[in-house]
């Protein structure tokens, strides 16, 4: 429902009008005066202001530099009284939308409130449209990688960002977790209040409680002064709890308090302190399982898991693989000042017989190892890999057993390396091996290779 806010001093005008928009389906709000309305007025305010030019306190030119001040892209139409004409035609040079001289019938001013409304709509939509292209982008160049599941998980992210729901992103070690907690927040409207990351793992339990809460001076012996603790420090921003699954049980139990009353009390006080925090937490563990090994509280983890993000291991998203790797390696060589020669295409693939249990963590790392090292690339690439430029053969631990054996690990070499080059897709895979794609399948089939892990 379009939305125009009327400022008069004048009652009889304020009614009228404000019946007749009313009337005509729009949704009103009036202000005697313009400081009052001032206060209302947020770059957000989706409407148009009609203002009267003659008021005590703030007059309708100061008001509309104000209001344009707040954002320019406001429209603003003054009604000009008798004599204020020129004054008026000044304000539109300086930004003002449109005037209308009084006295005027309603009819009279539709028009022009109607395409004023209509800009109004379009400032909006194309600001909207913005933030979410440079969401992307943002997202895009923090969280690396173009597979199926990275692009799922992005999507994911930019979608609840902006919600306060409480959100668990699970995954293996290095796979991202911290960095997608930040990135959400960093989306969210709480973007300029803070992050607060708390690593459960690492506050010695006896501690913890205090940490997380705080204490008052004296609460316990060496309580010299009063602390704030991490939820309260997180108030109005992001608590990130990380290894949520490290936390002692009777730790749990009282977060689970503090989730659901929006309040803590520090150590050796009586008085609860509201905090408005927005929660997200991480594990590596599964908490379903940890629930049943009774390590974990199951009314706290439904309390969590609002919104759960799986990250994917890197294992399952190999096509990521040379995408990840050039951008680390580059930005390591602006870093260290080194410049980065890209290793050669043939190479690729034994980042792809790696099953990086390490995950994106891993990968970095060697990707700054490549840049640091000395040599051609290819030589660089061999002492991270121990294997020499011809990566195409299998590795020293594929070349036992009988020749059936070492056959069979060759071809599951070949047919892997060429699956993810080609994202899982089976057609190239065909024409590059020159098999159809019956011999394809069943070969697939009897090495055990399974195309999803490989996109
Ligand atoms: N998709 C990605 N794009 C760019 N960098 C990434 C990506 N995923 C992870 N990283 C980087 O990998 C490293 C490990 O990430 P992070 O610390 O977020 O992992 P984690 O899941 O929290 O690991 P752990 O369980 O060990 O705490 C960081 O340097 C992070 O910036
Ligand atoms: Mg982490």
Known sequence: MPQVIIVDDEEALRVSLSQ??????????????AV?????????????????VKMPKLDGIAFTKSVLGIDRDIPVILMTGHGDVPMAVEAMKSGAYDFVEKPFEPTDILES??????????????????????????????????????????????????????????????????LVARAIHDLSTRSDRRFVAVNCAAIPESTAESELFGHEKGAFTGAAGRRIG??????????????????????????????????????????????????????????????????????????????????????????DLPLLFDIFAERAGETFDRPYE???????TSLSSHDWPGNVRELKNLAERYVLLTGNPDERWARLFGTG???????????????????????????RDALIRHDGNIKPVMDELDIPRRTLNEKMKKLDIRRAELE
């Open 20 to 33: 007749w928009l009313d009337l005509s389906g729009y949704t009103v709000r009036v202000h005697a005066d």
């Open 36 to 52: 009052t309305a001032l206060e209302t007025i947020t770059p957000d305010f989706t409407g148009v202001i009609l203002t009267d």
């Open 113 to 178: 409130l109607q395409r004023a409304i209509e800009k109004r709509k379009l400032v909006i939509e194309n600001r909207t449209l913005r933030q979410q292209i440079a969401q992307q982008g943002t997202l895009d160049s923090r969280l690396i990688g173009n597979s199926p599941p990275m692009r799922l998980l992005k999507a994911e992210i930019a979608n609840i960002a902006s919600t306060e729901v409480p959100v668990l992103v699970s995954g293996e070690t290095g796979t991202g977790k911290e």
């Open 230 to 319: 991490w939820v309260e420090h997180a108030d109005n921003g992001t608590l990130f709890l990380d290894e949520i699954s490290s936390m002692p049980l009777a730790l749990q139990a009282k977060l689970l308090r503090v989730i659901e009353e929006r309040e803590i009390v520090r150590l050796g006080s009586n008085t609860p302190v509201k905090v408005n925090f927005r929660l997200i937490c991480a594990t590596n563990e599964d908490l379903p399982t940890a629930v049943a090994d009774k390590q974990f509280r199951e009314d706290l983890l439904f309390r969590i898991n609002t919104f759960e993000l799986q990250i994917t291991p890197l294992r399952q998203r190999k096509g």
């Open 342 to 348: 890209k290793p050669a295409a043939s190479l690729w």
């Open 389 to 415: 430029a011809n990566t195409g053969t299998p590795s020293e631990s594929d070349k036992s057993g009988s020749l059936a054996e070492q056959l069979r690990h060759f071809e599951q070499h070949v047919i």
